[in-house]
Protein backbone atom coordinates (compact mmCIF):
# COMPACT_ATOMS: atom_id res chain seq x y z
CA UNK A 1 0.00 0.00 0.00
CA UNK A 2 2.80 2.27 0.60
CA UNK A 3 4.41 1.67 -2.43
CA UNK A 4 0.64 2.62 -4.51
CA UNK A 5 0.64 5.63 -2.17
CA UNK A 6 4.34 6.92 -3.42
CA UNK A 7 3.80 5.79 -7.19
CA UNK A 8 0.42 7.61 -6.87
CA UNK A 9 2.36 11.05 -5.50
CA UNK A 10 5.43 10.85 -8.38
CA UNK A 11 2.82 10.29 -10.65
CA UNK A 12 0.86 13.19 -9.89
CA UNK A 13 3.70 15.71 -9.57
CA UNK A 14 4.81 14.29 -13.37
CA UNK A 15 1.48 15.14 -14.76
CA UNK A 16 1.52 18.82 -13.35
CA UNK A 17 5.32 19.27 -14.91
CA UNK A 18 3.71 18.37 -17.85
CA UNK A 19 3.01 21.56 -19.91
CA UNK A 20 1.08 19.31 -22.65
CA UNK A 21 -1.31 17.66 -19.24
CA UNK A 22 -2.05 21.96 -17.63
CA UNK A 23 -3.02 22.66 -21.14
CA UNK A 24 -5.15 19.63 -22.49
CA UNK A 25 -6.69 18.84 -19.42
CA UNK A 26 -7.22 22.25 -17.61
CA UNK A 27 -6.76 24.68 -20.02
CA UNK A 28 -8.10 23.45 -23.29
CA UNK A 29 -11.60 22.89 -22.08
CA UNK A 30 -12.28 26.13 -20.40
CA UNK A 31 -11.14 27.65 -23.17
CA UNK A 32 -13.82 25.64 -25.33
CA UNK A 33 -16.70 26.29 -22.98
CA UNK A 34 -15.77 30.88 -23.33
CA UNK A 35 -15.93 30.00 -27.42
CA UNK A 36 -18.87 28.41 -27.06
CA UNK A 37 -20.94 30.60 -24.74
CA UNK A 38 -19.34 33.66 -26.83
CA UNK A 39 -20.27 32.16 -30.20
CA UNK A 40 -24.12 31.02 -29.29
CA UNK A 41 -24.82 33.55 -26.03
CA UNK A 42 -27.67 34.96 -27.98
CA UNK A 43 -29.54 31.90 -28.66
CA UNK A 44 -28.99 30.66 -24.61
CA UNK A 45 -30.79 32.93 -23.46
CA UNK A 46 -33.88 30.69 -22.83
CA UNK A 47 -36.38 32.58 -20.69
CA UNK A 48 -38.50 33.62 -23.83
CA UNK A 49 -39.41 37.30 -23.30
CA UNK A 50 -42.28 39.38 -25.76
CA UNK A 51 -40.95 40.88 -29.22
CA UNK A 52 -41.48 44.12 -29.61
CA UNK A 53 -43.36 45.24 -33.53
CA UNK A 54 -44.49 48.24 -34.72
CA UNK A 55 -47.49 48.54 -36.58
CA UNK A 56 -49.69 51.15 -37.71
CA UNK A 57 -53.55 51.54 -35.91
CA UNK A 58 -55.14 50.85 -39.13
CA UNK A 59 -53.50 47.74 -40.60
CA UNK A 60 -55.69 45.55 -40.85
CA UNK A 61 -53.55 42.89 -38.84
CA UNK A 62 -53.49 44.59 -36.16
CA UNK A 63 -55.75 42.91 -34.12
CA UNK A 64 -54.33 39.33 -34.83
CA UNK A 65 -50.69 40.52 -33.50
CA UNK A 66 -52.30 42.03 -30.50
CA UNK A 67 -53.89 38.56 -29.80
CA UNK A 68 -50.60 36.69 -29.50
CA UNK A 69 -48.98 36.94 -26.41
CA UNK A 70 -45.02 36.68 -27.41
CA UNK A 71 -45.66 39.55 -29.38
CA UNK A 72 -46.07 43.52 -27.74
CA UNK A 73 -47.73 45.47 -30.14
CA UNK A 74 -46.47 49.02 -30.57
CA UNK A 75 -48.90 51.96 -32.84
CA UNK A 76 -46.11 53.29 -34.57
CA UNK A 77 -46.82 55.84 -37.92
CA UNK A 78 -44.45 54.32 -40.90
CA UNK A 79 -42.60 58.13 -41.35
CA UNK A 80 -41.46 56.86 -37.33
CA UNK A 81 -40.26 53.44 -38.28
CA UNK A 82 -36.81 53.83 -39.23
CA UNK A 83 -35.89 55.80 -36.37
CA UNK A 84 -37.58 53.29 -33.43
CA UNK A 85 -35.92 50.49 -35.52
CA UNK A 86 -32.60 52.66 -35.39
CA UNK A 87 -33.50 52.93 -31.46
CA UNK A 88 -34.27 49.53 -30.78
CA UNK A 89 -37.55 50.46 -29.49
CA UNK A 90 -39.24 47.99 -31.78
CA UNK A 91 -37.56 44.71 -33.50
CA UNK A 92 -39.62 45.13 -36.67
CA UNK A 93 -42.04 46.91 -38.33
CA UNK A 94 -45.06 46.18 -40.32
CA UNK A 95 -46.46 48.14 -42.92
CA UNK A 96 -49.87 48.34 -44.89
CA UNK A 97 -48.88 46.07 -47.43
CA UNK A 98 -47.87 43.74 -44.91
CA UNK A 99 -44.11 44.03 -45.74
CA UNK A 100 -41.78 43.53 -43.00
CA UNK A 101 -38.18 46.16 -42.41
CA UNK A 102 -35.73 45.74 -39.75
CA UNK A 103 -32.82 46.71 -38.43
CA UNK A 104 -31.07 43.48 -38.16
CA UNK A 105 -31.69 39.79 -38.73
CA UNK A 106 -32.05 37.72 -35.40
CA UNK A 107 -34.58 34.63 -33.81
CA UNK A 108 -37.06 37.85 -33.12
CA UNK A 109 -36.98 39.05 -36.49
CA UNK A 110 -37.48 35.17 -37.84
CA UNK A 111 -40.62 34.79 -35.43
CA UNK A 112 -42.12 38.12 -36.86
CA UNK A 113 -41.53 37.42 -39.98
CA UNK A 114 -43.16 33.65 -40.09
CA UNK A 115 -45.76 34.46 -37.84
CA UNK A 116 -46.49 37.54 -40.93
CA UNK A 117 -45.85 34.48 -43.80
CA UNK A 118 -48.20 32.27 -42.20
CA UNK A 119 -50.77 35.04 -41.99
CA UNK A 120 -50.25 35.54 -45.81
CA UNK A 121 -50.75 32.07 -46.90
CA UNK A 122 -53.88 31.79 -44.27
CA UNK A 123 -55.42 35.28 -46.35
CA UNK A 124 -54.68 33.40 -49.76
CA UNK A 125 -56.41 30.57 -48.93
CA UNK A 126 -59.26 32.49 -47.10
CA UNK A 127 -58.94 30.89 -43.63
CA UNK A 128 -60.32 33.13 -40.79
CA UNK A 129 -57.00 34.21 -38.54
CA UNK A 130 -58.88 32.89 -35.60
CA UNK A 131 -58.67 29.38 -36.63
CA UNK A 132 -55.02 29.59 -36.06
CA UNK A 133 -52.72 29.25 -32.84
CA UNK A 134 -49.25 31.67 -33.73
CA UNK A 135 -47.81 31.50 -30.74
CA UNK A 136 -47.76 27.86 -29.71
CA UNK A 137 -45.03 26.39 -32.12
CA UNK A 138 -42.76 29.70 -32.14
CA UNK A 139 -42.58 29.21 -28.30
CA UNK A 140 -41.21 25.71 -28.87
CA UNK A 141 -39.22 25.99 -31.35
CA UNK A 142 -37.47 28.81 -29.56
CA UNK A 143 -37.15 26.65 -26.98
CA UNK A 144 -35.79 23.82 -28.36
CA UNK A 145 -33.21 25.45 -30.24
CA UNK A 146 -31.53 26.63 -27.21
CA UNK A 147 -31.92 23.13 -25.75
CA UNK A 148 -30.01 22.24 -28.80
CA UNK A 149 -27.33 24.61 -27.73
CA UNK A 150 -27.45 22.82 -24.14
CA UNK A 151 -26.07 20.15 -26.14
CA UNK A 152 -23.01 21.77 -26.82
CA UNK A 153 -21.95 21.80 -23.64
CA UNK A 154 -23.13 18.17 -22.81
CA UNK A 155 -20.91 17.33 -25.57
CA UNK A 156 -17.87 19.28 -24.12
CA UNK A 157 -18.67 17.77 -20.83
CA UNK A 158 -18.13 14.21 -22.41
CA UNK A 159 -14.59 15.26 -23.97
CA UNK A 160 -13.57 15.89 -21.10
CA UNK A 161 -14.75 13.15 -19.08
CA UNK A 162 -12.52 11.00 -21.73
CA UNK A 163 -9.63 13.01 -21.45
CA UNK A 164 -7.82 10.97 -19.42
CA UNK A 165 -6.96 9.53 -22.58
CA UNK A 166 -3.40 11.44 -21.96
CA UNK A 167 -2.99 10.87 -19.03
CA UNK A 168 -3.27 7.39 -19.62
CA UNK A 169 -1.10 7.23 -22.93
CA UNK A 170 1.59 9.00 -20.21
CA UNK A 171 1.25 5.55 -18.47
CA UNK A 172 1.61 3.32 -20.93
CA UNK A 173 4.94 5.39 -22.00
CA UNK A 174 6.02 5.06 -18.48
CA UNK A 175 5.81 1.54 -18.28
CA UNK A 176 7.58 0.88 -21.77
CA UNK A 177 11.56 0.72 -21.75
CA UNK A 178 11.64 0.91 -25.15
CA UNK A 179 9.85 4.75 -24.74
CA UNK A 180 10.81 6.00 -21.92
CA UNK A 181 14.56 5.81 -19.22
CA UNK A 182 12.20 5.95 -16.62
CA UNK A 183 10.70 2.31 -18.08
CA UNK A 184 14.29 1.21 -18.61
CA UNK A 185 14.98 1.68 -14.91
CA UNK A 186 12.16 0.24 -13.68
CA UNK A 187 12.22 -2.92 -15.68
CA UNK A 188 15.41 -3.93 -14.05
CA UNK A 189 14.41 -2.78 -10.50
CA UNK A 190 12.09 -4.83 -7.94
CA UNK A 191 9.66 -2.10 -8.85
CA UNK A 192 5.68 -3.76 -9.70
CA UNK A 193 4.86 -2.92 -12.93
CA UNK A 194 1.27 -3.81 -11.98
CA UNK A 195 1.85 -1.69 -9.03
CA UNK A 196 3.05 1.33 -10.89
CA UNK A 197 0.40 1.07 -13.69
CA UNK A 198 -2.62 0.65 -10.83
CA UNK A 199 -1.18 4.14 -9.21
CA UNK A 200 -1.02 5.80 -12.21
CA UNK A 201 -4.59 5.03 -13.32
CA UNK A 202 -5.72 5.97 -10.14
CA UNK A 203 -4.17 9.61 -9.99
CA UNK A 204 -4.92 9.94 -13.40
CA UNK A 205 -8.70 9.17 -12.30
CA UNK A 206 -8.22 12.19 -9.72
CA UNK A 207 -6.78 14.53 -11.89
CA UNK A 208 -9.07 14.36 -14.53
CA UNK A 209 -11.83 14.17 -12.10
CA UNK A 210 -10.76 17.46 -10.71
CA UNK A 211 -10.60 18.60 -14.12
CA UNK A 212 -14.05 17.99 -15.54
CA UNK A 213 -15.13 19.51 -11.30
CA UNK A 214 -13.36 23.09 -12.34
CA UNK A 215 -14.97 22.95 -15.97
CA UNK A 216 -18.49 22.49 -13.85
CA UNK A 217 -17.86 25.39 -11.88
CA UNK A 218 -16.36 27.42 -14.41
CA UNK A 219 -19.68 27.03 -16.96
CA UNK A 220 -21.86 26.63 -13.48
CA UNK A 221 -20.83 30.06 -12.01
CA UNK A 222 -18.81 31.92 -14.63
CA UNK A 223 -21.05 31.59 -17.60
CA UNK A 224 -23.81 31.12 -15.40
CA UNK A 225 -25.46 27.96 -17.33
CA UNK A 226 -26.72 25.51 -14.91
CA UNK A 227 -26.03 22.16 -16.46
CA UNK A 228 -26.51 19.08 -13.84
CA UNK A 229 -29.72 19.33 -12.37
CA UNK A 230 -29.73 15.35 -11.40
CA UNK A 231 -26.02 15.77 -9.65
CA UNK A 232 -26.07 11.74 -8.57
CA UNK A 233 -26.51 9.80 -12.22
CA UNK A 234 -24.26 12.90 -14.00
CA UNK A 235 -21.82 12.03 -11.39
CA UNK A 236 -21.61 8.45 -12.35
CA UNK A 237 -21.80 8.52 -15.86
CA UNK A 238 -19.01 11.40 -15.97
CA UNK A 239 -16.67 8.65 -13.37
CA UNK A 240 -17.28 5.75 -15.68
CA UNK A 241 -16.27 8.32 -18.34
CA UNK A 242 -13.23 9.16 -16.98
CA UNK A 243 -12.20 5.78 -16.44
CA UNK A 244 -12.50 4.55 -19.78
CA UNK A 245 -10.77 7.81 -21.44
CA UNK A 246 -7.90 6.21 -19.00
CA UNK A 247 -8.14 2.77 -20.23
CA UNK A 248 -8.16 4.28 -23.92
CA UNK A 249 -5.26 6.43 -23.63
CA UNK A 250 -3.33 3.12 -21.98
CA UNK A 251 -4.52 1.03 -25.14
CA UNK A 252 -3.51 3.83 -27.64
CA UNK A 253 0.20 4.08 -25.79
CA UNK A 254 1.11 0.07 -25.76
CA UNK A 255 -0.31 -0.64 -29.00
CA UNK A 256 1.86 1.28 -31.05
CA UNK A 257 5.46 2.14 -31.23
CA UNK A 258 4.42 5.93 -32.16
CA UNK A 259 6.55 8.58 -30.14
CA UNK A 260 4.21 10.45 -27.12
CA UNK A 261 3.79 13.56 -29.56
CA UNK A 262 2.48 11.54 -32.33
CA UNK A 263 0.17 9.57 -29.37
CA UNK A 264 -1.15 12.56 -28.70
CA UNK A 265 -1.99 14.28 -31.61
CA UNK A 266 -3.81 10.62 -32.82
CA UNK A 267 -5.72 10.59 -29.66
CA UNK A 268 -6.72 14.44 -30.20
CA UNK A 269 -7.93 13.53 -33.65
CA UNK A 270 -9.58 10.73 -32.33
CA UNK A 271 -11.39 12.37 -29.69
CA UNK A 272 -12.29 14.96 -32.32
CA UNK A 273 -14.02 12.86 -34.36
CA UNK A 274 -16.03 11.04 -31.44
CA UNK A 275 -17.33 14.50 -30.61
CA UNK A 276 -17.82 15.44 -33.71
CA UNK A 277 -20.52 12.46 -34.14
CA UNK A 278 -22.19 13.22 -30.81
CA UNK A 279 -22.81 16.86 -31.52
CA UNK A 280 -20.34 18.80 -30.30
CA UNK A 281 -19.54 20.82 -33.96
CA UNK A 282 -22.97 21.45 -34.80
CA UNK A 283 -25.87 19.90 -33.03
CA UNK A 284 -28.17 18.90 -35.95
CA UNK A 285 -24.78 16.71 -36.91
CA UNK A 286 -26.02 14.76 -33.88
CA UNK A 287 -29.59 14.48 -34.81
CA UNK A 288 -28.84 13.67 -38.14
CA UNK A 289 -26.70 10.86 -37.62
CA UNK A 290 -29.21 9.52 -34.75
CA UNK A 291 -31.95 9.57 -37.30
CA UNK A 292 -29.63 8.06 -40.13
CA UNK A 293 -26.92 5.93 -37.85
CA UNK A 294 -28.74 5.46 -34.56
CA UNK A 295 -25.91 2.42 -34.13
CA UNK A 296 -22.91 4.94 -34.05
CA UNK A 297 -24.66 6.80 -31.57
CA UNK A 298 -25.55 3.94 -29.13
CA UNK A 299 -21.58 2.87 -29.49
CA UNK A 300 -19.74 5.94 -29.50
CA UNK A 301 -18.84 7.11 -25.82
CA UNK A 302 -18.81 10.71 -26.00
CA UNK A 303 -23.05 10.07 -27.63
CA UNK A 304 -23.72 7.77 -24.73
CA UNK A 305 -22.47 10.35 -22.18
CA UNK A 306 -24.47 13.64 -23.58
CA UNK A 307 -27.27 12.03 -24.87
CA UNK A 308 -27.64 10.44 -21.12
CA UNK A 309 -26.65 13.87 -19.47
CA UNK A 310 -29.17 15.40 -22.02
CA UNK A 311 -32.34 13.03 -20.89
CA UNK A 312 -31.33 13.24 -17.00
CA UNK A 313 -30.57 17.18 -16.56
CA UNK A 314 -33.37 18.36 -19.07
CA UNK A 315 -35.68 16.11 -19.59
CA UNK A 316 -35.50 14.21 -15.90
CA UNK A 317 -35.47 10.80 -17.87
CA UNK A 318 -32.79 7.98 -16.40
CA UNK A 319 -34.16 4.96 -18.34
CA UNK A 320 -31.28 4.65 -20.79
CA UNK A 321 -28.87 5.71 -18.26
CA UNK A 322 -28.42 1.74 -17.13
CA UNK A 323 -27.39 0.93 -20.74
CA UNK A 324 -25.15 3.49 -21.17
CA UNK A 325 -23.26 3.00 -17.96
CA UNK A 326 -23.00 -1.05 -18.96
CA UNK A 327 -22.26 0.00 -22.51
CA UNK A 328 -19.25 1.99 -21.62
CA UNK A 329 -18.04 -1.06 -18.92
CA UNK A 330 -18.22 -3.42 -21.79
CA UNK A 331 -15.70 -0.76 -23.87
CA UNK A 332 -13.57 -0.91 -20.49
CA UNK A 333 -13.60 -4.22 -20.47
CA UNK A 334 -12.57 -4.83 -24.30
CA UNK A 335 -9.96 -1.85 -23.84
CA UNK A 336 -7.85 -3.81 -20.75
CA UNK A 337 -7.86 -6.99 -22.50
CA UNK A 338 -6.69 -5.66 -25.68
CA UNK A 339 -4.10 -3.65 -23.51
CA UNK A 340 -3.22 -6.50 -21.41
CA UNK A 341 -2.62 -8.83 -24.43
CA UNK A 342 0.30 -6.11 -25.98
CA UNK A 343 1.82 -5.78 -22.34
CA UNK A 344 1.85 -9.86 -22.44
CA UNK A 345 3.92 -9.93 -25.07
CA UNK A 346 6.25 -6.64 -24.70
CA UNK A 347 9.77 -8.68 -24.12
CA UNK A 348 13.66 -6.53 -24.73
CA UNK A 349 16.79 -8.10 -25.92
CA UNK A 350 18.88 -5.02 -23.91
CA UNK A 351 17.46 -2.11 -21.57
Not at 34 to 63: L, Q
Not at 136 to 151: G, K, M, P
Not at 221 to 247: E, H, M, Q, R, W
Not at 287 to 294: A, E, G, L
Request: proline share 3%; glycine share 8%.
Amino acid sequence: MGNIFRNILYQGRNSYRDKSFIFWILLYPIIMAIFFYTAFSGIMDIDFKNIEVGIEEENSIRTVFESIDILNVNITPEKDSIDKLNKGDIEGFIDKNLNLSVKKSGINQTIIKEILDQIRQMGELNVPFEKFDFETNYVIDRNQRANSIIILFYSLIGMVSIYGVFPGIEIATTIQANLSNVAKRMNISPLRKGEFLFSGVIISLLLNIASNILLLLFITYVLKIKLLFDIGPSALLILVGNLFGITFGILLGVSNKLKLNAKIILSIAITLVLSFFSGMMNPEIKVMIDKSFPIIGKINPISIITNNLYRINLLGNTSGLDTGIYTLIGWIAVLNLISYGFLRRKTYDSI
